[in-house]
C-alpha cells in the first residue's frame, strides 16, 4: 500500500483514442521512410524539425522575445543536411554559422525590442532543436543508419510509454511537482523497466549486438528523455503555456512530441558509437 501521507501524481489529461492512433500512424509513417528509402526520413525530420521551431518561436513571441525565422530555418536545413552527408564536423561548422547568421540577422533588423535577449533565445532554439536533431542525422548516414534509428525511436516510445501507464496507475510520488506535477519516480521506475526490456531485445534484433548495450541504451535514453521532457514542461511552465502548440491532435505541438527524442539523440548516437562501431 503506498505510504497514505504521500501525494498521487496527477494522472494525464490526454485524449486517449486519438492519441493512440495518431501515435501509431506517426509511427508507421517514420518505419516507412525509414526501410523504403532513409532520404525520405531525412526530409521527414527537416520538417518536423521545422515545424517545432516555428512553434517555439510562436511561443517565444507570446512574451515579446523574438526569433528569426527566415536565417533560423534556414540554417536549420544546412545544420540537419551536413549531418547526414558530412558527418559530425559539418554539423558543428553549421551549427556555429548558423548561430552566426542568426544573430547577425537580428541585429541588422533595428527592431525596437532588445537584440540581445533575442539573439540569446535565437541561439538557444538552434542548439535545443537542429543541433540535437542532427545527432540522429548522424546515425541515418551510418551504412545500417534506419536500424540504428528506429532502435533510437523505440527506446524513446517505450520510455515515454512506460511511464505514462505505470505513472497513471501508480504515480504516488511526484518527481518534480513545481515543474511536471504528472511525472512520478514511479513512472520513471517504468520507463526504465520497459527501455532495458526493448533495448535489450532491439539492439539483438536490429543490430544483433551484446544484450548488455540494450541495457546502457535503456538507462541512457531513460535519463535523457526523462531529462528532456522536465526541461520543455519548465519551458512551458516559464512561458506560461499548456501545450507548445496544436498541430498533433491528442499530443499537443510538435516539441511535446520531440522533447524526450531530442535530448536522447547525443547519448543514443554516442553509445552506438561507442558500443557498436559502424560496420
Known sequence: MPDSTA???????????????VGLGLLAVVVASLFILKEVFAVLAVVVVGAAMWELAQAFAKRSIHVPLVPALVGLVGILV????????????????TV????????????????????TASVFAIAYLPFL?????????????????????????????????????????????KVSPKKSWEGVAGSLVLACVVGVVGSQALLSTDP??????????????????????????????????RLVPGHGGVLDRLDSLLLSAPAVYLVLAALVPVP
Open 7 to 21: 501525494q498521487r501524481a496527477p494522472q494525464a489529461g490526454r485524449d486517449l483514442p486519438v492519441a493512440i492512433t
Open 82 to 97: 551536413s549531418a547526414y552527408t558530412a558527418g559530425p564536423e559539418a554539423l558543428f561548422v553549421a551549427f556555429l554559422l
Open 100 to 119: 552566426g547568421g542568426t544573430v547577425v540577422w537580428r541585429v541588422l533588423d533595428g527592431s525596437g525590442e532588445p537584440a540581445l535577449r533575442d539573439a
Open 133 to 177: 536533431a542532427g545527432f540522429a542525422m548522424l546515425m541515418l548516414a551510418a551504412p545500417d543508419g534506419p536500424q540504428r534509428v528506429m532502435l533510437f525511436i523505440l527506446l524513446v516510445v517505450a520510455s515515454d510509454t512506460g511511464g505514462y501507464t505505470v505513472g497513471s496507475l501508480l504515480g504516488w510520488h511526484p518527481m518534480a511537482p
Open 212 to 245: 548488455v548495450v540494450g541495457v546502457v541504451l535503456g538507462v541512457a535514453v531513460v535519463t535523457t528523455a526523462t531529462l528532456g521532457d522536465l526541461a520543455e514542461s519548465m519551458l512551458k511552465r516559464d512561458l506560461g503555456l499548456k501545450d507548445m502548440g
